[in-house]
């Protein structure tokens, strides 16, 4: 067992091993960690200090590339261990998810309730006002996508009222006959999105179908035009109810110009 020592290290005396270590996140994602910047969140890297002297960074790589983009921090806090060198600090890196808890979803979404979040607390009472809980379930009153629905409010880290209008049109048409799945939601998120909108005929439509038909529908057409945007998960919804009825709605999902079958 190694032993490991606290220390601030210089931010500029920090390295990176391509070698083992993943990629760097993306910039908007890096620019949101900037706008809020938290030495609670931030915590201690974990780093490797070579026979030369120099430090590795072997968990901790997105922090570091933040805090090498704000002017005010000039040292970061650190546990370091000796390392003997990149295939050391890579069975480290490998090893260390055995130790560090992956918070889910569900998890995340009720320490965000707990928090007062405001995102989270809008969705729970759009959730609650027809009856529905989020949860990792696959009871018929249970939101099984809190991971997708949370992200896809708070995308870019603003609040985006039509995921509310989507999620309610899910749950009216799941109406308590089966749970809501992403493909679902995405479906009816993507609908409002783009500012089609789903009548009560429409939902009583959607109704009569069971949830294995609505399940297979959509993967059907995500395998005709992949699952990238929601697209396919809402013309297989709209291919649904618009059954022997004209493709009203289909030109604002479809794009101009294209052809849907």
Partial sequence: MKKVEFAYIEKTLLRVDPDYQRPPVDSGKRNRMKVTWSWELCGALLVGKRPDGSYWIVDGQQRWLVAMELDHIHTLPCMVFASGGSEEEACVFKDRGVFVTQLSPHVKFKAALQGKDQAALDLFECAQSMGYR?????????????????????????????????LKYAMRIANM???????????????????????????????????????????DMKLVLGTEGGKAQALALLKL???NRPKR?????????EEVE
């Fill in 134 to 166: 989020f949860a990792s379930s696959a009871a018929v009153d249970s939101i099984d996508c809190v991971g997708t629905v949370y992200g896809r409010y708070t995308h870019r880290g603003r609040l985006h009222p039509h995921v509310l209008v989507g």
């Fill in 177 to 219: 006959q089966y749970h809501i799945t992403s493909d679902l939601f995405i479906a009816t998120e993507t609908i409002a999105r783009r500012g089609s909108i789903l009548s009560d005929k429409d939902i009583a439509k959607a109704r009569t179908y069971s949830g294995e038909t609505v399940a297979k529908k959509i993967r």
């Fill in 249 to 257: 709605n289909w030109t604002v999902l479809a794009g101009e110009n």
């Fill in 241 to 243: 109810i618009n059954h």
